[in-house]
């Protein structure tokens, strides 16, 4: 293991017909299917089917309740299950590059609850890297499971997805051997590039075939606040697009600087992410944890309770295995806004499906220990009490100067005990630090190109 292996530059990862034919062809015929662990298979990081098509869903209004179209992007089609791997390879990528680390000498650090660590594993062992994945001791078996399978050593801190501060300062110690190098994902940079270009980019397309063609919002769970960059683009291309992050209403750090256990995988971190984008950020939205399960529950198992309601059968089918926890959530939060906003059917919203539904059986079966009964008619009461009665509370409004301003300060207390001066937390209360970021996409594309040009000649 003492040589790095290039893949993707953003361009390509936003646009993957620009691949080198010769390599496009190879990773395009079925390859995460024959061999999951080839290399080339980082050339299928990004959000198209083999056809080049956003791979996506439009909800039907009879599952959804309200007339606005509700277009999903699909996060399982990534390889290792979820759009995770995303971030993690731009930045492995990006400190390659910049000869920051090699394989020879480092080791990959993933602090996570979940899809991220999984993405670690995955990434740095295709990249070339060992890895060492930072995760509390509580999260669902099949995650565990997914971080051994593909090479990473796990390293568990005590609780759950609300204490993943304790995999922060984990990561601190691991850190002081500076032969590791850690993706802090709710630092990265490169995890704001990826989704602000890759992601908004894919959803920009999405919508161009849905309703008016347009976004008039876009939300998503916040954890480390990535994919919330999308937003960026979105607004860029359609100004009117408002854009939401959904927490726990069990952990309501955003709205109320409160704290506390939830089920939702993957989000409600106990922080604001250093890369939140607060100047954008325009509503925060609570989502019961509760809900988000029920309703996934009711996708996985409840074809025919979706059928009865007059979802087409074959849809109903189809997406039995396209969410997780938080996509439940990430649309019942697009329901409440549709319901808010007041949207009407050319209207669309645009959310994210980060994962499928392969690491959440666990969830399911401890389901089934919470609840003495499961059958239809408790199904019947989810699906209305979840997904249709999702109502218009627990919205709440961030677009003033003043609301903004307690994100800002709260951002101000998190992060300077991590090293982040009061200077830079202040550089990013303007769009301009945001832009800055963003303007660096060629210049690693460049890189990367380079890169691969040295390795092809050997």
């Known amino acids: 293991m003492n040589k790095a292996i290039f893949g993707p530059t953003y361009e390509e990862m936003l646009h993957p017909e620009r691949i080198p034919e010769e390599i496009r062809e190879i990773a ?16 299928n990081l990004n959000w198209r089917d083999e056809e080049n098509h956003v791979r996506k869903i439009v909800l039907p209004k009879e599952m959804t309740g309200v007339d606005a179209n509700i277009v999903v992007l699909l996060g399982s089609g990534f390889p290792s299950g979820s759009q995770k791997v995303g971030p993690v390879y731009s930045e492995i990528m990006e400190a390659t590059v ?21 993405g670690t594993a995955y990434i740095s062992t295709l990249c070339g890297y060992k890895s060492i994945v930072i995760m509390p001791d509580n999260m669902s078996r099949e995650r565990y499971e997914k971080i051994t399978g593909y090479g990473g050593v796990l390293d568990l801190t005590p609780g759950t997805e609300s204490d993943v501060i304790l995999t922060v300062y984990r990561t601190l110690e691991l850190k002081k051997d500076l032969k590791n190098y850690s993706l802090d994902q709710f630092e990265l940079r490169s995890n704001y590039r990826f989704h602000r270009y890759v992601t908004g980019g894919s959803a920009i ?23 919330l960059a999308a937003g960026d683009e979105l607004k860029n291309a359609f100004p009117e697009c408002k854009t939401v992050a959904l927490e726990p209403y069990e952990c309501p750090t ?8 939830h089920r939702i995988e993957g989000i409600g971190d106990k922080l604001i992410s250093l ?11 609570l989502i019961h944890d509760e809900d988000a399960v029920q309703a996934l529950k009711i996708v996985h198992d409840g074809a025919n309770i979706l059928v009865k309601q007059g979802v087409d059968p074959e849809f109903a089918d189809r997406i039995k295995n396209l969410f997780g926890v938080s996509g439940m959530a990430n649309v019942i939060g697009a329901i ?47 699906f209305r009490d979840a997904i249709l009665k999702a109502d218009e509370q627990y919205i709440y409004d961030f677009r003033s100067k003043e609301a903004k301003e307690r994100l800002f300060e709260q951002k101000e207390f998190d992060w300077p005990r991590f090293g982040y001066t009061i200077e830079l937390l202040n550089q990013m209360r303007d769009q301009a630090y945001w832009d800055g ?9 460049e890189r990367v190109l380079a890169a691969r040009g040295i390795l092809a000649s050997r």
């Open 28 to 43: 395009n015929k079925d390859l995460l299917k024959k061999n999951e662990m080839d290399p080339l298979n980082l050339f």
């Open 98 to 118: 910049d000869g920051i680390i090699n394989p020879h000498e480092n080791t990959i650090l993933g602090p996570s609850t979940g899809n991220f660590g999984i």
């Open 205 to 227: 397309e999405a919508v161009r075939d849905v309703g008016n063609g347009r976004a008039a919002c876009y939300v998503v769970c916040t954890g480390s606040a990535g994919t």
């Open 254 to 261: 955003l709205t109320q600087d409160a704290r506390g256990q």
């Open 275 to 285: 890369i939140h984008n607060v100047v954008q950020c325009d509503f925060v939205t």
């Open 336 to 382: 409440k806004m549709a319901k808010y906003l007041k949207l009407g059917p050319e209207d669309n919203v645009v959310t994210i499906a980060s994962d499928g539904f392969d690491r959440y059986q666990s969830v399911m079966d401890n389901l089934k220990v919470r609840y003495l009964e499961l059958e239809n008619f408790v199904l019947e009461r989810w």
């Open 437 to 445: 970021l963003y303007a660096e996409i060629p210049k690693y594309d």
